[in-house]
């Protein structure tokens, strides 16, 4: 029979949790330790890039494993309920650890977030890649786009939470962190309540589905990343996003300090930036999306690159003496709203179109959509990897005469624009993202 709203919704309901985890850890992890627990820059990079890392291996090997399990509980429900607890206790100690440890050194500091970041990352992976897989098997063909849909939505307003969490919380803790060498409670008890949330979502998910039936189009992971490779446009979207995540992978984690150290927006021009960001993210991709219907996906796609390379370069702003007008700054993190929102937009839509194009292509149907996914998630997180590596690199470079903050902080920018550029120029030359078969789809429709 069909799908209850009901189930959609408690399909879709972990992904908020999951967003909000993901979300506080990539936008914030790298502010907290550079600025609240002080280890240096260098350091943390190679932390954060192990992370990425490890949740690229659980990713793949969990992902693998749950295609072949077999229990009476089928074989994606095992897997969250083993990592969900996992992660939310990997969660607490990566962001908390004053709470176990007591003026650490700076090897201390390093080995604890290196062990805690990898092992939120690996169980990340190995809660969120066999759950993504269970969609081909609890929704019939046509039902899978709502369920994205449920997600998507469900992943958009976990990120706002995040990212407004992030924003608003971290700065004015760390200032006080600084002050008192004591943790706010308030922040412990967020952070707990967030960990302990992710635990209930996954867990009523896995309590109320069913289990899935179909002893499924059989899994088998490396015959289809063979065939994967063979579908060329596909992997050469992979390859775009893997080489722009060379910037996005900077632009997450900076763009909190660049707007505390750089732009010194406190207080209230904060939380109006964080708004602006948050309501310039939604009001964008709605924009976006109309002209995705206007003009097509490729050249959409290419605007939204284009305002990236543009914008980007306006770091350099950090270099005006003297105090910079808050309006500037808050424009600036509009236009990169503008920008982050278009790219948020893409993943969900090509990678669904590119699957479907491989079934129309190849007459097989509705089980790649777990590998479609999954896939382009490896290659990012190793390229993610590679961009945090970097970040640690620039933002650990002298300070620059008569300020208070590394050269890094003013010239990530440029290096994100140059890598959009090439991503740009990767897009016009190699991408096909709009299909003949929607054409045709589309004037049958009308």
Sequence with gaps: GKASTGKFLTYGMPRLSAAIVLDIIDFGILFLYINAYGLTPLLLGLALAVGKLSIAVGQFLMGWLSDSTKTKYGRRKPFMIFFAPLTAIAFICALLPMIFLQN?????????ILVWDAMLQFSYGGLTTPYQSWVAEQFIVNERPKAS??????????????????????????????????????????????????????????????????????????????KVFKDKNFINVCWLQAIAFLAIGMITPTILGFTTIVLKLEGATLYLAAGCLLVGITAFLFMWKKLIDKKGKKSTFSLILMTGIIVLPFTLIGLIPGEINFLIGIIFVLAIAAFMG?????????????????????GETGRK????????????????????????????????????????????GLWCSGIILIAYLFTKKFITLDFDWEKERRSNSK
């Design 104 to 112: 650490p050194s700076y090897i201390i500091l390093f080995i604890w």
């Design 342 to 362: 278009g790219w948020y937009l893409f993943p969900y839509i090509w990678f669904a179109d590119l699957a479907e194009d491989a079934e129309v292509k190849s």
């Design 149 to 226: 849909a449920f997600q998507n939505l469900f992943s958009f307003i976990g990120a706002g939470i995040g990212i407004v969490f992030t924003l608003l919380v971290f700065p004015p803790l760390i200032e006080s962190f600084q002050k008192t060498g004591a943790i706010d409670l308030i922040f412990i008890i967020l952070i707990i309540a967030f960990a302990l949330l992710l635990i209930a979502l996954f867990y009523t998910c896995a309590y109320f589905l069913p289990v899935e039936t179909s002893e499924g189009a059989q899994m088998s992971f490396i015959e289809d990343l063979k």
């Design 369 to 412: 959509a777990g590998l479609y996914a999954g896939f382009p998630q490896i290659l990012l997180n190793i390229f993610q990897a590679i961009a945090l590596f970097i970040t640690g690199f620039i933002l650990g470079l002298p300070n620059i005469p008569g300020k208070d903050f590394s050269w890094g902080y003013v010239l990530w």
